[in-house]
């Protein structure tokens, strides 16, 4: 008969070879257990299969939420819709479980500043990370920003080409500022997406005057043509949420 420490080697030596770390870790506790409640052989072999497993999925969840860059996590249940009654719930509740992104369709969010809409496309967004999407967020100027810089440094093909690992892209406050030349890219991005990858779209102005912040109506024509082709379009139509806190005596 082997002896323990002979046992707890070869345990050792699998977990390490199967890559089952949290395993490795937690299987004398989980042995206890099995002991104390006189589990059957298989018992103890579920539990353990079944822990190895919940770890893995942790680990990819935050694996994923790093990924995401959120700048600050945020949920639906947090959200009051009672602000925005004309704000379909359960259609925002639908598009939280990720059906969207395999359509490769969009989502637009269009209203006036402090209605909520970065909160509900950050919702949506960790509502896809929980089915295990791949989201990234990121504000429309960085975004602007960095495609400046990759077409400077002559790698904007493989800069453009780095973002197809993710399946739903969150670009967030277009339409505060022109964008210039920037528009051209920005442009360039999107059509690069097209039914190809999903995207949630924040932005302050109604499609009437998107062609002020692009600059070139014939782009913005050509610019909402594919990215209303396959959306959902969500108004908010309320005052500022923020503003009313601030009204009400709390923090802006």
Same mark, same amino acid.
């Given at each position: ?67 995401? #860059?959120? &700048? *600050?996590? =945020?949920?639906? $249940?947090?959200?009051?819709? @009672?602000? /925005? !009654? #004309?704000? &379909? *719930?359960? =259609?925002?509740? $639908?598009?939280?479980?990720? @059906?969207? /992104? !395999? ?150």
């Amino acid at each position: 008969m082997m002896s323990a420490a002979v046992i707890q080697a070869r345990i050792e030596i699998a977990c390490g070879q199967l890559r089952l770390t949290s395993l490795l870790r937690h299987y004398p506790e989980l042995l206890r257990d099995a002991v104390d409640q006189n589990a059957d052989p298989l018992e103890f072999l579920a539990s353990c299969l079944e822990h190895e497993v919940s770890k893995k999925q942790e680990h990819k969840q935050l694996l994923l939420l790093r990924q995401a #860059k959120f &700048p *600050k996590p =945020k949920t639906l $249940q947090e959200f009051d819709f @009672t602000h /925005i !009654p #004309k704000l &379909p *719930k359960m =259609k925002v509740d $639908q598009l939280a479980q990720g @059906t969207f /992104i !395999p359509r490769r369709e969009n989502v637009i969010c269009i209203g006036r500043p402090g209605t909520g809409k970065s909160h509900i496309a950050i919702a949506i967004g960790m509502g896809a990370m929980l089915e295990g999407y791949r989201v990234r967020f990121t504000s429309v100027m960085q975004l602007i920003q960095e495609l400046q810089l990759a077409q400077s440094e002559y790698r904007l093909p493989r800069y453009l080409k780095s973002w197809n690992k993710y399946e739903l892209v969150i670009l967030d406050e277009l339409g505060y500022v022109p964008l210039g030349e920037g528009g051209k890219l920005l442009f360039q991005f999107i059509s690069q997406r097209y039914e190809q990858g999903s995207l949630i779209i924040t932005s302050n102005l109604e499609f009437s005057r998107w062609s002020d912040v692009f600059g070139d109506p014939a782009l913005t024509t050509a610019l909402l043509d594919r990215l209303t082709h396959h959306s959902h379009i969500l108004f908010f139509e309320a005052d500022s949420y923020r503003f009313r806190q601030k009204l009400g005596g709390g923090v802006l």
